[in-house]
């Protein structure tokens, strides 16, 4: 039996998984390409055989990497639009801290993914975890007696949309950020809220 650094064989494993993860993150936002194998194996100092043992493929991987990123992406919009000073400024709360993500390389994950392997299956994955990151967005609209709340949250993603492809074309973040406001503020405004990016 190899051996293991961690008290127990199950948490030496869990380790070793978050270690390759975080290569593979890593990787892909020094190259913009799906990590291959052997190059996450060489990251952590293991063998090419070793990594087999948590991930049977490149698309295994980034499936993983796309699993490890989504709860983090989902807490840290939760987290912003906690903080928001009001329930109205959780909308542009919403927006930023999305758009934030994209920015540090989140995003890059799925977009490498659906590259790599696109079809009904990984579409179907995106679809839901998109519906499901905007279930807090709806919910404060519904809560402000927005009309059509799932209507008026696919236009404000949309607007995040619209912020993205601004920063994939070279724009800086605090450009993209102050476009944002200048689209989403009046909205967050009418609803009650001050409508200005955190910290102004």
């Not at 998109?130 to 967005?137: A, D, F, G, N, S």
């Amino acid at each position: 039996m190899p051996r293991i650094t961690e008290p127990t064989v199950a948490e030496h494993r869990a380790a070793r998984e978050r270690a390759l993860l975080d290569a593979a993150h890593a990787l892909l936002l020094e190259t913009g390409e799906a990590p291959g194998l052997a190059d996450v194996a060489a990251r952590v100092g293991l063998a090419r055989t070793s990594v087999y043992q948590y991930f049977r493929s490149r698309r295994e991987l980034l499936q993983a990497m796309v699993r490890d990123v989504y709860p983090r992406w989902v807490e840290r919009v939760a987290d912003a639009m906690g903080a928001a000073p009001t329930p109205a400024d959780q909308v542009l709360a919403y927006a930023v801290a999305n758009v934030e993500l994209v920015a540090e390389g989140a995003h890059a994950v799925g977009s490498v993914l659906a590259a790599l392997d696109p079809g009904e299956a990984l579409d179907e994955q995106a679809t839901r975890m998109h519906r499901e990151l905007q279930e807090p967005l709806v919910r404060t609209l519904d809560s402000l007696g927005v009309a059509a709340p799932e209507d008026v949250a696919g236009l404000v993603n949309a607007v995040v949309h619209a912020a993205t492809v601004l920063l994939e074309g070279g724009r800086g973040l605090p450009e993209v950020l102050d476009r944002l406001a200048m689209v989403l503020g009046p909205l967050v405004r009418e609803l009650g809220g001050r409508g200005v990016l955190p910290g102004e």
